[in-house]
């Protein structure tokens, strides 16, 4: 598409408005910061958005600057859905005692992998439990970027990071990542989805169909980091396709229970491909990536089965 | 003078009977004893109807604090309530509230720490939260219970001191036990406690960021201006209490005197134990003995002025702390100390520690603590150096 077509275009597809201001300080092809704008131009002007300690919140927040053109609200690193149960709670009983109009606000937390399937598990699965009417985003880099690149239980197996670091006696991280989006289903809420910033109108869609849904909805936002992964700068949006396309980030949605793939792919690309570009994959070797291959597979077609594709 | 009516209430009911006429839009907690009275009573008034909030039974402490700061912050009158090893859970939340000018009202059931596993009261939890910036007070009846949570709304939610603020109620000696107090008409709460309007609430009309990143070029700044507007609470305070003395006939002042007129010895408690300390104190008058009873009432900000005054003609100061320093003795006994510092004139003071993890302070203990302070005192005179001493001990 030439430029102008573009500028025709686009603007009919997606809004301009931006409630995730630029000028913020994230690293140059910073896959989180691409997503938390999508996420923000679905979500609109009428919502309440509170944020994990994190890359997003020390980016965005710096006083007394903000890029948040939305009520926003930060207080720590593992209470994010609980700071929301409390606002969803505030805003209903205030509606219900007639103290303000209901304009049907959403209530959004954003969080990072860390935030959310280690140390703010519990609040996120108290939340999830108590049935509060809210969205909640984890953007997933797969470490500890902002602390510099600690592994989290969200690190794939076998990736570097300076608390798995590679040595004699070690691959990098020695565990398997955790499925978080299971985690949340298991929670039997209305919607759970995953998706990529590569893939922005599937993501844009579902932050709709979440925030629109009575009831918690999980978005696992797979954000590719060039900072904590060792890729080029400039391949952020082909690391979210290679990821898809070779099945190691299936996108897909379970709503009511019931499985959706978004995305097919009856023949999917080697992890190898995805994993080239990535310094902190590059001293596995062939036994190790073929185990990782193996897995993905195998994960890849159990998904299938589940949202019964052939 | 509003009247009300006398009733037969256990100190958690009072609490939970405050937080009904105060109105609150959000309840978050966790149930610890001795607290569960408290969140059980709650939980009942919202299901009957009676009070009009959401309660949200949350999964810890920790969330119950969190989703306290979120609903005061979307413009909400909150209540939590704890004790003991949950509000060690709640600690690290409980820095937000004040840092963020959030006026979230807690009720705290004081309770010793584990381990070994305790459930009974002292001030350990108290003494381990002293530095985040609450406004924090300590009831000694369930009268004040009642009193001082309707006395916090107002006071926190004041769009001139915006800070959180704290009842002490002591663990089981109050929230489990049932006394005569009067309660108020509920019209003459409503007057007393106006509605509330938070000023930047977090709305989508008005969009406001909270609880930005601050680096070293700023961060001193805002803890400046943090300690200026808590010493700024000390009028509000006083104020309310005043207000509250007219309205409803009974007063409060940050240091609480007992027959301290023309004593040349006062003891000093906070929390239950000193309605035990005045009973010895008068079997002591009655002996003919120069004492009296000193009681901390508000414990932060901590009333300087008010504690130099009441002390400033006696001999001896002898401090009981509920709670063990270790290394370094009793924290109330420190902070006591540090305060008369800078004075030319000031008594002696001995420090002991006693009713841990709820063990009993009789009247008798009461009496012979200060009968072994006169000792000290003598040996501090022949250039002897003192330990604080526990009571109540079996060798």
Known sequence: MEKEEEELFVPRLVTTEENFARGHRACIGCGEALAVRHVCKALGKNVIIVTATGCIEIISSLLPQTSWRVPWIHTLFENVAAVVSGIESAYKARVRKGKIPDKEVKFVGFAGDGATSDIGLQALSGAMERGHNFLYCCFDNEAYMNTGIQRS??????????????????????????????IAV???????????????????????????IEGPAYIHIFSPCPTGWRYPTNLTIEMGRLAVEAGVFPLYEVINGEYRLSFDFPELKPVREYMKEQRRFRHLTDDIIEKIQARVEEEYFRLREKAGVK | MKKGKVVGLEGSFAVAEAVRMANADVIAAYPITPQTHIVERLSELVADGELDAEFICVESEHTAMSACVGASAAGARVFTCTAGQGLELMHEVLYIPSSMRLPVVAVIANRALSAPLTVWCDHSDVMAIRDIGWIQMFAENNQQAFDLTLCAYRIAEDNEVLFPTMVHLD????????????????????????????????????????????????????????????????????????????????????VEKYKMEDAKIALLTMGSCSETAMLAIDEMREEGKDVGLIRLRLWRPFPFKEFRDAVKDIELLVVLDRCISFGMGGPVCSEVKSALYDKRERPNIVGFIGGLGGRDIPIEGFKSLIQRALEKVKAIERGEEIETEMIGIRE
Not at chain 2, 184 to 191: C, I, Q
């Open chain 1, 153 to 182: 239980s969200s690190t794939p197996y076998g990736a570097w990071t300076t608390t798995a670091p590679v040595g004699k006696k070690s691959i990098g991280q020695a565990t398997w990542k955790k499925n978080m989006p299971e």
């Open chain 1, 186 to 212: 298991a929670h039997k809420i209305p919607y759970v989805a995953t998706a990529c910033p590569s893939y922005p109108f599937d993501l844009m869609d579902k932050v709709k169909k979440g925030a629109e």
């Open chain 2, 171 to 254: 663990g089981f000696y109050l929230s489990h036990v049932i006394e005569d107090m009067v309660l108020p008409d509920e019209e003459d709460v409503t007057g007393f406690i106006p509605e509330y309007k938070y000023p930047f609430t977090l709305d989508p009309d008005k969009p406001v960021s909270m609880g930005c990143y601050g680096p070293p070029f700023i961060y001193p700044e805002t803890k400046r201006a943090q300690e200026v507007a808590f010493e700024n609470t000390r009028p509000k305070i006083l104020g309310t209490w005043k207000e509250f003395g007219d309205t409803f006939g009974r007063y409060y002042s940050p």
